[in-house]
């Protein structure tokens, strides 16, 4: 054993102090947490890690519980119901306003702590909704009158879009104290607490924001309150979280976490057999069996709270006719996609809905049934004549996407749809307007227990499918806000089916195919355990305990 006298040891902190590096066996020591490589199919689509502009199922598993944190958030470790998250408790005062106490102590990732001007910050105009207002106005003050941004810090346009989308009747956030918050809404809206769950309620850092040179800048490091904060981001490539050791909720069990893009499904898995990868992401089910093999190994997942869709663009000319969609949907055998494709690991849903909307969920009701007659003769009453009818995919950025879209072309040509599959590069590609688009891949998730969070987010007047010009039903928009505003329950329910009736049935916006499942390939040495969400989770005691 080596022994150190009192002049080795002041000898050795004044060459610390002077710059001397450790060995590397002493840092080693220093900090023994594992670093884990976790292979994707992709990282982000939009190459930036802004909650809001990344409004995706792959920004959902880099993000949440790693990086960026809600005031309310989600039992990741449970079954998604709301808990406490940077907000200790919350209270109604009115059917337009919640407050919120923060919790002390929240320290962000360049150190300061979060207080209540982090979060009116964070849901002001110069993050979040730049120039738009509520749709209903009331005697409420709005948001202050702010200074226009410096070049560099303009918000892309997808971002108070999709703000908007969240938070359609918000109009203002208010401190009312160092740790207690109000939001203020123009209408009564019984979903507030789910909206401060959702994607893109997460609050940032005031200074962060305002010390990055520009967007972009900030954008692809920002300063969140997460367990895990960002060392690198190489877009396309790579993406490494590193420790954040002053995280509120204890010290995160990993000292780095690296997400790397592998596109290929075999090379994942061969790399995560041959310990490369600790994790591999986005297995089809067909691969289940032989990963399983090697008693070293296990995949863990199952269905989550994401369907399968494809959309419709009621302009295309083929597809103006709505007798021509519904036959899209009648032609559909689902579950045999389910048992082909997903070995029965996913199921067929009752429409776009999921049981943990409780009350407000429609036991009763049911996808369009799988009848090839019916779909001819609605193709003959439309007077379809076989013209072609284009198809837009990504390669596989969904589980079994290229199969699922192969199947369903020989489904629709069965009854005399001729559909033509063409596979795009991104997501830009995919919604371009013109004369081509028609039939599109997507996917929607449920944020939290409402119809709110799904079919008026995704396909309501500020629903991405309306804004990109695909679909409109002006009885459905009129729903949409009676479901928003409305606090009459049982109203609400009857308004939501009548809104499933109109986009699946009558005038379809969309087809729901099944409800999408995720799986997780690793070593069983790992302890750690999948959550039912693209979300992963590694907190404080969720790994290794």
Not at 91 to 99: H, L, M, P, S
Request: with cysteine; net charge neutral.
């Amino acid at each position: 054993m080596t022994h150190f006298s009192r002049r080795d040891t002041l000898r050795l902190g004044s060459a610390l102090a002077g710059g001397l590096a450790l060995p590397r066996f002493a840092i080693a020591q220093a900090d023994n947490r594992p670093s884990i490589t976790i292979a994707v199919q992709k990282i982000v689509n939009s190459n930036v890690l802004d909650v809001l502009r990344e409004q995706s199922n792959v920004g959902e598993r880099v993000f949440f519980s790693s990086l960026w944190e809600p005031l309310i958030t989600k039992n990741w470790q449970g079954n998604l119901e709301r808990q406490p998250g940077l907000a200790t408790e919350w209270r109604r005062i009115d059917d337009q306003t919640v407050e919120l106490k923060l919790r002390e102590g929240v320290k962000f990732h360049n150190g300061d702590e979060m207080t209540a001007e982090d979060v009116v910050f964070t849901f002001g105009r110069e993050r979040m909704f730049a120039n738009t207002e509520a749709k209903n106005r009331s005697t409420l003050k709005a948001f202050e009158t702010i200074p226009a941004p410096r070049p560099g810090k303009e918000l892309p346009p997808e971002i108070p879009a999709v703000a908007r989308r969240a938070w359609p009747d918000l109009l203002r956030v208010e401190a009312v104290g160092k740790y207690v918050v109000r939001f203020y809404n123009a209408t009564p809206d019984v979903t507030l607490e789910g909206r401060l769950s959702r994607y893109g309620s997460d609050i940032m850092s005031r200074r962060g924001w305002e010390e990055a040179a520009t967007y972009l800048d900030w954008a692809r490091k920002p300063i969140t309150t997460g367990p895990y904060k960002v060392a690198e981001f190489r877009p396309d490539h790579s993406l490494t979280l590193v420790a954040h050791d002053e995280y509120w909720g204890g010290r995160p069990p990993l000292r780095q976490i690296r997400f790397v893009e592998v596109p290929e499904v075999a090379s994942r898995i061969n790399g995560l057999l041959s310990g490369q990868y600790q994790f591999a992401c986005d297995i089809p089910p067909d691969q289940i069996t032989g990963i399983e093999r090697n008693v070293a190994f296990e995949v863990q997942g199952g269905t989550i709270l994401n369907h399968r869709l494809t959309c419709f663009d009621k302009n295309h000319a083929q597809l103006a006719n709505p007798l021509v969609r519904r036959a899209f949907t009648h032609a559909i055998d689902r579950q045999a996609i389910v048992d082909s494709l997903w070995a029965g690991r996913t199921v067929v849903p009752k429409g776009l809905q999921w049981p943990y909307y409780a009350d407000m969920f429609h036991a009763d009701w049911s996808v369009p049934d799988y009848n090839p007659k019916l779909a001819q003769d609605l193709l003959k009453q439309a007077g379809y004549k076989g013209d072609p009818i284009p198809y837009r995919l990504l390669n596989n950025y969904y589980t079994n996407q290229v199969a699922t879209a192969q199947v369903l072309v020989e489904m629709w040509k069965a009854v005399g749809l001729n559909v033509q599959i063409e596979t795009k590069e991104n997501w830009t590609q995919i919604m371009a307007r013109g004369p081509e688009r028609a039939v599109r891949d997507w996917s929607n998730s449920a944020p939290f227990n409402d119809p709110v969070s799904s079919i008026v987010n995704q396909h309501g007047p500020n629903g991405q499918q309306q804004q990109i010009g695909e679909w409109r039903n002006d009885e459905m928009n009129t729903l949409c806000e009676f479901l928003e505003t409305s606090t009459d329950r049982a109203k609400r329910k009857a308004a939501f089916r009548r809104m499933l009736e109109i986009c699946e049935r009558e005038d379809p916006a969309y087809t729901v195919l099944h409800q999408n499942a995720t799986f997780t390939a690793k070593p069983k040495a790992l302890k750690w355990k999948a959550s039912p969400a693209f979300a992963m989770d590694f907190r404080p005691g969720s790994y290794g305990a």
